[in-house]
């Protein structure tokens, strides 16, 4: 689903295959002082799923800036299909997508209670297709948050597979630095979490390092897998 190109509440879909985003690289931009940073939105029927789009490429010379974003307590946006967290990169109702080499530096959020994301893949539809591939590789990524509640999640892969050959990739990412410092918060920090049902799940050579928090009941937790 889609939001209309004149009503952005209303949701609207492709009814065919031609409707979808297919291939598209996103290079070596410098996005800055934003709600979202990068969203990508496919179709809620599971034919007509985006496939093959790439984000950041495959070296830091094609890798994407994206800075000051977030920073507001409120939802953000009256788009229907985003959610209420704060996200620099959202995938949704994406195949074989590829969001790499990426720098993710968010601004000071403060005071809400929203969750806060820098990579999200998340899907309303189920991925139909052997072999799909999701990617999310050598990304550097730092948060600030002050909301009291809420959890901060470096990377977070949901979706729905119909094939044990599907594959999501989350390797040789760093969470640099992250701060949870909002005065008798109870927020939560999350590394790299799980969710999907895809049939291999590779995690490896990721960092988590400098991470600091004032949270007064909020958990602390690197990596989980629920999925």
């Known amino acids: 689903a889609r939001p ?14 031609n409707g979808g985003n297919f291939g598209n690289k996103i290079y070596t931009n410098n996005i800055n002082n934003i709600d979202y940073g ?29 800075s000051n974003w977030g920073g507001n307590s409120t939802a953000l946006s009256t788009f229907n ?46 991925a139909t297709g052997a072999s799909l591939i999701s990617t999310f590789n050598n990304n550097t990524i730092t948060i600030s948050s002050s909301n009291l509640n ?28 992250c ?10 920090f999350l590394g790299f979490y799980h969710t999907s049902n895809c049939g291999t799940w590779n995690i490896t050579s990721n960092i988590i390092r400098g991470t600091s928090t004032s949270s007064t009941t909020g958990q602390f937790t690197g990596i989980s897998n629920t999925g």
């Open 150 to 177: 809420g959890t901060m999640i470096g990377i977070y892969a949901g979706g729905s597979f119909t094939s044990s050959t599907s594959t999501i990739n989350i390797n040789n990412n760093t969470l640099l630095n």
């Open 179 to 188: 701060v949870l410092n909002g005065v008798g918060t109870s927020s939560s």
């Open 81 to 126: 299909i985003t959610t209420s967290d704060n996200i620099a990169i959202f995938v949704h109702n994406q195949v074989n997508e590829n969001v790499s080499y990426n720098s993710i530096n968010s601004a000071a959020i403060t005071g809400g209670f929203l969750n806060i994301d820098g990579i999200l893949k998340s899907s309303t539809a189920t």
């Open 38 to 66: 990068i969203l990508l939105v496919g179709a809620s029927v599971s034919a007509y799923l985006d496939n093959g789009n790439d984000i950041g490429g495959a070296s830091a010379a094609t890798g994407n800036s994206i």
């Open 4 to 17: 209309s190109a004149t009503v952005v509440a209303t949701l609207e879909t492709t009814t065919t295959i």
